[in-house]
């Protein structure tokens, strides 16, 4: 199985300052026939279902705010959110749905300063 | 739109059998894979498995494995969760979510359904 391990665990930033997030998987997560990464990142907010931010390790959802993005490739992944709003507080989840179990990170938990 | 409607909350007793539904609408049930994932109280989520309802070939992960079952009626547009024998451990909120591609199985969740909070207590 391909285990997903993300740092920090938590981490608090100021209004306006840039947050991120890292996420490494124990294996590539790279397809390379087909050039893409198998990989995902979703905000979850309290009481509420995860809701995908970032596929294909930097393509941004429809709808998504374009302080959000995503890089990375093979093992090792980004999520940056350039400017934070307080909307922004919740938990972050990266995914790898290249080979089955399609595992999640433990999380990293994001608060304002 | 494209929607996911889950069962309400269960509260059963150790042991107890189970199942629970997650009804899609707003696309072609058949043609998208759905998987579910298990969120205990304060942890991470946890992907359990996926089925293709069109011809409900499923995949678990091997933690889930033989303590669940995962199927789908695409007449009635339905996923389902089941357990034969509800252990307190298996307390948590489960989700279904959608592929985002009907003709992937490796693709991430575009769609989720609400949860469904299922409390094993004696």
């Known amino acids: 199985d391909i285990v997903m391990t993300q740092s920090p665990d938590s981490l608090a930033v100021s209004l306006g300052e840039r947050a991120t997030i890292n996420c490494k998987s124990s294996?590539?997560?790279?397809?390379?026939?087909?050039?893409?990464?198998?990989f995902s990142w979703y905000q979850q907010k309290p009481g509420q279902p995860p809701k995908v931010l970032i596929y294909w390790a930097s393509t941004r959802e429809s709808g998504v705010p374009d302080r959000f993005s995503g890089s990375g490739s093979g093992t090792d992944f980004t999520l940056t959110i350039s400017s934070l709003q307080a909307e922004d507080v919740a938990v972050y989840y990266c995914?790898?749905?290249?080979?089955?179990?399609?595992?999640f990170g433990q999380g990293t938990k994001l608060e304002i300063k | 739109e494209v929607q996911l409607v889950q069962s309400g909350a269960e509260v059963k007793k150790p042991g107890e059998s189970l199942k629970i539904s997650c009804k899609g609408s707003g696309y072609r049930f058949p043609n998208y894979w759905i998987g579910w994932v298990r969120q205990m109280p304060g942890k991470a989520l946890e992907w359990m498995g996926i089925i293709y309802p069109g011809d409900s070939d499923t995949t678990y992960s091997p933690s889930f494995q033989g303590q669940v079952t995962i199927s789908a009626d695409k007449s009635i547009s339905t996923a389902y969760l089941q357990w034969s024998s509800l252990k307190a451990s298996d307390t948590a909120l489960y989700y279904c979510a959608r592929h985002g591609d009907s003709r992937s199985r490796h693709y991430y969740f575009d769609y989720w359904g609400q949860g469904t909070l299922v409390t094993v207590s004696s």
């Open positions: 995914q790898q749905y290249y080979s089955t179990p399609y595992s």
């Open positions: 294996q590539s997560v790279l397809y390379s026939s087909k050039n893409k990464n198998y």
